[in-house]
């Protein structure tokens, strides 16, 4: 009943989008430059009433939603290809890259209204269906691994088969359309070792199935250029192509699970302790959106895996709570614009939609929400170091926060990420952050890695790299070295930076830190932090935009996370207005601090600086664990206090080549080479 009344308020904001174009077709949404963003949300929004048109509710003129699913779906058959209507050339789709995702909830829509749609209408959607499943028959999965994967294109492509063959077994072609299904399902999540796998399965070993490589070995994917836990979430589909045969009464074929265990355990290191989805390469979708329900539900129904159920019923809720915070039906309209310009026209009702389809979609699973749920598992969920070499990041889960360094985001530029348990709305997952900034009077915006050296331990990591900053003339202009680290005690990050001039420069902007973290609706529309005596409450989204130098060397947040400058005061960014990416969804303060701006010599020291993070420190408690920092003939030496009650040595060689330097204290020796750190309990 719940996901019925939430779908019944959402038609609230659906209605509002629906277009008649004549008596006997009309669609939801609007023609835009791009065909995904009008026809994927209509096709969603076709089998979100159709479903409600089905089950019913007090309230629902079924018989009005009837009549608004049959023009929905005449209208999604005769504007595709396989139809060609000259009178909705406008409106043409079909043969596309995502169409047969499109094309499966057209099929979803029939399967739910069956015998209750006019002839016509099943006629054309089981061409459409059979249209776009014929492609594929002969067709080898497209491969793609490195910043493009083609895990999801194989996964939404071999869902729309599985539907073809199940809801249209009697077709000649059924059994091609099978074949295929599970061929592109095999190639969703193919790694290298899929060559060499000899295992039997379903006819053949697995080496014969796959023929692509999708996903790295350590089960990460790469899209729009790094990491991204959306695109690893794009499993969830293949549990959409296991419905059409558990919609038939069938158990889908082994294909459609492979390796599911290898890829929920990777998935499950991003989920942070309420359930939020981690992005430690950043995030370039809205920050506010939530996690799959369908997807935890089918885990827990089908995988009986008791912490999904309680991530399913989280999600639920946590949709619930952004509708009433909407006031009009929808789920993001506290935080998302009516819609957006140009090439992005018609995304925001393309994010209503898979909410809604995705709610839709639990509802068929009828999951049980009152058992299989385990709150506790979340407390301590694949806690560890991880290091993910493919896509160049580092990540830790600890009792104390979560914290990562990726020298590969999604916009090519390096990032940290320091979360303090368990407070998920500190997800400040925006490129640049914990990087500094630098801007060149007359100098391109322009960034290169050119190297770093990762170091794991059991409780501990270390990463140091160097960056290529600003462009002029066929010269980089500064060399900046970031170093990060989190010390054994689990709690304590350092992040360490220096840049220096590489020719003759003049600075414009000078930025050390960049600590980004929320400031919304989600936690209350105002932070408290602490800084020196003072106590000070920092308004959200709709507030003044201010910049508060708080004269202090830290400032703590909230009784959660202390950040730690070696003498330099922090800056508090107060920010008003949405700024999280280009959707604009989140409102994001920012810490940071201010270097010197002008001219710089070559070889000149643009800015250098330490800072240390300490999480779940109260305010009361703050104790700067710098204890001795010292820089010289490019050794970094730093001796930091634990929140263990031990005490550390971080230390890092900048000189390149093979210069090595000597630390020697009483009578112990470090010797370290180029570009080497360590770390150390003294």
């Known amino acids: 009943m719940r996901i019925k009344r939430i779908l019944k308020r959402f038609l609230k904001y659906a209605d509002e989008h629906w277009r008649e174009i004549n008596e006997e077709m009309g669609f939801f949404g609007k023609l835009t430059p791009v065909t995904e963003m009008r026809v994927r949300p209509h096709n969603e929004l076709v089998f979100v009433y159709s479903l409600l048109t089905k089950v019913g509710m007090g309230g629902l003129d079924r018989s009005l939603m009837l009549r608004k699913v049959v023009k929905g779906l005449r209208y999604a058959y005769r504007s595709h290809i396989s139809f060609n ?25 029939l399967y739910v209204l069956e015998g209750q749609v006019p002839e016509d209408v099943i006629d054309g959607i089981r061409r459409v269906v059979a249209y776009e499943a014929d492609r594929f028959i002969n067709l080898e999965p497209p491969n793609g691994l490195i910043g493009d994967t083609k895990a999801e294109e194989n996964a939404w492509d071999a869902t729309l088969l599985a539907f073809a063959s199940n809801m249209m077994s009697e077709h000649p072609h059924a059994d091609k359309w099978e074949e295929a299904a599970k061929r592109f399902a095999m190639n969703s ?13 379903d006819g053949r070993p697995v080496r014969e199935w796959v023929s692509t490589i999708t996903t790295f070995p350590d ?29 038939k009464g069938k158990r889908p074929p082994p294909q459609f699970m492979y390796k599911f265990e290898k890829w929920y355990e990777t998935y499950r290191r991003f989920i942070l302790w309420n359930g939020r989805i981690a992005y430690p390469c950043g995030h370039d979708w809205p920050n506010v959106r939530v996690g799959s329900p369908f997807m935890m539900a089918y885990i827990a129904k089908f995988h009986q895996e008791s912490m999904a159920g309680y991530l399913y019923r989280v999600y639920i809720k946590r949709l619930e709570e952004l509708q009433r915070m909407s006031k009009d039906g929808s789920f993001y309209g506290a935080f998302l614009q009516e ?7 018609g995304r925001r009702l393309e994010f209503e939609a898979d909410v809604a389809a995705n709610l839709a979609l639990c509802y068929m699973l009828d999951v049980n929400v009152k058992e299989g749920s385990d709150e506790g598992s979340l407390e301590e969920l694949e806690t560890g170091i991880y290091h993910h ?13 979560f914290a990562s360094f990726s020298w590969k985001s999604l916009r090519h530029r390096p990032m940290g990420l320091v979360i303090p348990k368990p407070r998920e709305d500190f997800g400040g997952w925006k490129e640049g952050s914990l990087t500094g900034y630098t801007a060149f009077e007359g100098g391109e915006d322009k960034v290169k890695v050119i190297f770093h050296n990762d170091y794991v331990n059991e409780s501990s990591f270390m990463t140091l790299g160097l960056i ?13 070295y970031i170093l990060f680290a989190l010390l054994p005690d689990m709690r304590t990050c350092v992040l360490y930076e220096h840049v220096k001039a590489l020719n003759d420069i003049h600075v414009t902007t ?12 989600m936690n209350r529309n105002k932070r408290i932090i602490y800084y020196g005596n003072e106590r000070l409450e920092v308004e959200g989204v709709g507030g003044q935009t201010r910049e508060l130098k708080v004269n202090s060397n830290y400032v703590n947040i909230e009784d959660s996370l202390t950040i730690y400058s070696e003498g330099k005061a922090l800056v508090y960014l107060d920010s008003a207005e949405r700024n999280d990416n280009y959707w604009k969804s989140v409102n994001m303060d920012s810490i940071y601090i201010l270097f010197r701006k002008g001219d710089f010599k070559e070889g000149d020291i643009v800015r250098d600086y330490v800072v240390i993070f300490v999480a779940k420190q109260k305010h009361d408690e703050v104790d700067n664990p710098l204890i001795i920092r010292n820089f010289e003939n490019e050794l970094l030496v730093l001796k930091i206090r634990g929140q263990d009650g031990r005490s550390y040595l ?14 020697r204290r009483g009578e112990e020796e470090y010797v370290l080479n180029a570009y080497e750190v360590l770390l150390d309990e003294i």
């Not at 209507?85 to 829509?109: F, I, V």
């Not at 971080?650 to 630390?663: S, V």
């Open 85 to 109: 209507d000259k009178d909705l050339r406008e409106h043409l789709w079909g043969d596309d890259w995502q169409s047969t995702l499109w094309t499966t909830y057209l099929a979803l829509a």
């Open 189 to 201: 999540f193919s790694q290298f070792d899929d060559h060499f796998n000899n295992q039997w399965m």
């Open 219 to 247: 089960f990460t994917v790469e899209n729009h250029g790094s990491f991204h836990p959306g695109y690893l979430g794009a499993y969830g589909l293949l549990f959409l192509a296991s419905m059409a045969y558990w919609l």
């Open 339 to 345: 819609d957006y310009p140009g090439f992005a026209s």
């Open 389 to 401: 070499k493919y896509s160049e990041f580092i990540m830790a889960r600890t009792p104390y926060v």
């Open 468 to 480: 290529k900053n600003g462009f002029h003339e066929g010269k980089w202009l500064s060399d900046q």
């Open 510 to 521: 000078n930025i050390g830190l960049r600590y980004f973290y929320e400031n919304d609706l």
């Open 650 to 663: 971080l230390a890092a060689n900048l000189k390149p080549e093979n210069e090595r330097l000597i630390i």
